[in-house]
Nanobody, 123 residues
């Protein structure tokens, strides 16, 4: 079973940047599609970005396109989310998710979750 631990969250001013990390253990993630979700207070969980296993193809929510970049380092068993030009609307708990599948190109949630890391953007 895969265990996921997120890190890198914190308080940042609008326009700033943060880099989130998702470290996996217990099993290699080389064959897993990976993703980042976020959930703001009073809102439903939202898919932010996902990345395929072998090809490394990426997809992004419209709200973060051009600002966020998801990447993976299989040698380190880690997935990253580089967040630039942060806005107050990006404030949320960010979760790493592993093992999702694709249906007509759209990511479906995998069974493995991290505990989340808080990102707070002040204006």
């Amino acid at each position: 079973q895969v265990q996921l631990v997120e890190s890198g969250g914190g308080l940042v001013q609008a326009g700033g940047s943060l880099r989130l990390s998702c470290a996996a253990s217990g099993r290699t993630i080389v064959y897993y599609a990976m993703s980042w979700y976020r959930q703001a207070p009073g809102k439903e969980r939202e898919l932010v970005a996902d990345i395929t296993s072998v090809g490394g193809s990426t997809n992004y929510a419209d709200s973060v396109k051009g600002r966020f970049t998801i990447s993976r380092d299989n040698a380190k068993n880690t997935v990253y989310l580089q967040m630039n030009s942060l806005k107050s609307e990006d404030t949320a708990v960010y979760f790493c998710n592993a093992g999702g599948t694709y249906y007509f190109g759209h990511y479906s949630t995998g069974k493995y979750w991290g505990q989340g890391t808080q990102v707070t953007v002040s204006s």
